[in-house]
């Protein structure tokens, strides 16, 4: 237990010295965007520190698998990625980002991000009694002899050995006719 500690203070000491402005910055967001900062390695927060502030408040839309591929890129392709990421940003509607909903009401606040999930409507139940099946219908139906009549497909009462399809039609016959 005692070799953790030196570590999570070595950890703590790691952590990258703020400017004052990036410090006031920091200082006016709220908690949870402060401890999520706070719990991302020290390199995305040195990063972080980098970027003009439309893609800082876009870093903060990025998944942790999208940060993690930022990270592993040259910075020719991080370039390449901010530009396509900011011409995204700049050709999509404020409110909307690619099927989510967002709304922001400064550059320092929050984004709220909302699912829309797609809702597929079910058929309503049925209402009385299902009709027999038959040669026609096969859906929404009863099999016959559930309903208690006296025909349609009888149930094997045993496994006959061997699927169908590896059966020769002679064995198929003899099969049908123990029944």
């Given at each position: 237990?005692?070799?953790?500690?030196p570590v999570a203070?070595?950890?703590?000491?790691?952590?990258?010295?703020?400017?004052?402005?990036?410090?006031?910055?920091?200082?006016?967001?709220?908690?949870?965007?402060?401890?999520?900062?706070?719990?991302?390695?020290?390199?995305?927060?040195?990063?972080?520190?980098?970027?003009?502030?439309?893609?800082?408040?876009?870093?903060?839309?990025?998944?942790?698998?999208?940060?993690?591929?930022?990270?592993?890129?040259?910075?020719?392709?991080?370039?390449?990625?901010?530009?396509?990421?900011?011409?995204?940003?700049?050709?999509?509607?404020?409110?909307?980002?690619?099927?989510?909903?967002?709304?922001?009401?400064?550059?320092?606040?929050?984004?709220?991000?909302?699912?829309?999930?797609?809702?597929?409507?079910?058929?309503?139940?049925?209402?009385?009694?299902?009709?027999?099946?038959?040669?026609?219908?096969?859906?929404?139906?009863?099999?016959?002899?559930?309903?208690?009549?006296?025909?349609?497909?009888?149930?094997?009462?045993?496994?006959?050995?061997?699927?169908a399809s590896q059966?020769?039609?002679?064995?198929?016959?003899?099969?049908?006719?123990?029944?």
């Amino acid at each position: 237990m005692l070799g953790a500690a030196p570590v999570a203070i070595h950890a703590q000491d790691m952590a990258p010295q703020m400017t004052a402005m990036q410090q006031s910055q920091y200082d006016s967001w709220p908690a949870e965007r402060q401890a999520e900062f706070m719990g991302w390695p020290t390199e995305y927060q040195t990063y972080y520190w980098t970027l003009t502030p439309t893609q800082q408040e876009a870093y903060w839309m990025l998944s942790v698998d999208q940060r993690s591929q930022i990270a592993t890129m040259t910075p020719m392709q991080q370039q390449q990625t901010w530009t396509a990421i900011e011409s995204q940003l700049s050709s999509s509607p404020p409110a909307t980002t690619s099927g989510m909903t967002g709304t922001t009401q400064s550059s320092n606040s929050n984004m709220v991000m909302r699912s829309n999930p797609v809702v597929q409507d079910a058929p309503p139940p049925h209402q009385g009694e299902y009709p027999l099946c038959t040669d026609g219908r096969t859906n929404n139906c009863i099999n016959p002899r559930e309903a208690g009549k006296n025909y349609g497909n009888v149930p094997l009462d045993h496994w006959p050995g061997q699927p169908a399809s590896q059966m020769s039609a002679q064995e198929k016959m003899q099969s049908d006719s123990n029944m």
